[in-house]
């Protein structure tokens, strides 16, 4: 199992919106033993031509300049929750490097598993930052992993609609992006319904599970898994990408599902267990603390080590008070996902997976 490591990590936390989470993820799998039990690897920046496989060379040069207060910052999405802070061009270089670096592992056949816990910024389109988002990772390492493998799956979990990844890949038959996500009116992107699947050669390769507030994890679980199951029949992926944001737990700013770490690491081994080379990102997630749980959780579930009782004591340990444990409660919001409404979801994704040419 490849980790990408990068000396950027304190650095990067100046770009979201929270204090110390990327710091706090590494620091929490180092001071549990798990480092060890890892092939750590260096990220290299991404290029200029690297980024350019996707996005603009026109929005890429405006990155650059990072110019923080011209009219055309609006236009390419740079304002709001977007802003053009000094250092972003540079932080969107070793973000997007280290997601096509574990890439290029995965194409090696040196590794099956790559994680890189800095990425998955699901929502940047070609020439449009969005939803703190600069540059799309997930889609530069889905390009890279399609240089080696024919069929690439991507699995969104984040609570928030993959709409980036969907928009660069709606038009293909070689990527099938299937979004877990929160949909209702007014919530962002706004986008990823049921019957958001695709256009052109890529009709029914985009498929959307949209969920009302108040899931818990065992129909998160069974809901996902029923369909990644089916998915892996029809499409036969032969390479994965998984979003793992973890907006959707549990005391969460964001207050909408009632997910515990089980949900997302379920899934993760799930597909896991399919034995074939899947990178896996980060994402959304703004309970610095909790993020750091879920994501040591699964670094620990995809290396097979039992974590202990209690956080070990780090630089961040007062973070995890009062109860300096790793445990995630189930939240108590009532759940607005009927048996009726999953199953009418799931039987309509079903119907799309088998007219798949």
Known sequence: ???????????????????????????????????????????????????????SQDYLNYLKEENECDDLNESFGFAYDCPLKPGIYEYCQEVAGASISAAKLLCSGHFQVAINWLGGWHHAKRSEAAGYCYVND??????????????????????????????????????????????????????????????????????????????????????????????????????????????????????????????LSSCVQFVLKWGLPTLILGGGGYNESNVARCWTRITADILNIELPMEIPEDDYFTSYGPSFDFEVIEGMKKDQNSKEYLKEMTDNIFGNLTKLT
């Open 1 to 55: 199992v490849a980790y990408m490591l990068s000396k950027f990590i304190p650095k990067s936390d100046e770009f979201i919106p929270t204090n110390n989470r990327n710091a706090m993820v590494h620091s929490l799998i180092e001071s549990c033993g798990l480092l060890k039990h890892l092939s750590l690897v260096a990220s290299v920046k991404a290029s200029f031509e690297e980024l350019s496989l996707f996005h």
């Open 138 to 263: 997930c889609v530069l390492s889905i390009l890279q992993l399609r240089k080696t493998f024919g069929r690439v799956l991507y699995v969104d979990l984040d609570l928030h609609h993959g709409d980036g990844v969907q928009d660069a890949f709606c038009g293909t038959n070689k990527v099938l992006t299937f979004s877990v996500h929160k949909y209702e009116a007014g919530f962002f992107p706004g986008s990823g319904s049921i019957d958001d699947i695709g256009i052109g050669r890529g009709f029914r390769y985009s498929l959307n599970l949209p969920l009302k507030d108040g899931i818990t994890d065992v129909p998160f679980i069974d809901t996902c898994c029923k369909i990644l199951t089916e998915i892996k029949f029809r499409f036969k992926p032969l390479a994965i990408v998984i979003q793992a944001g973890a907006d959707g737990l549990n005391e969460d700013p964001m207050a909408s599902f009632n997910l515990t770490p089980k949900s």
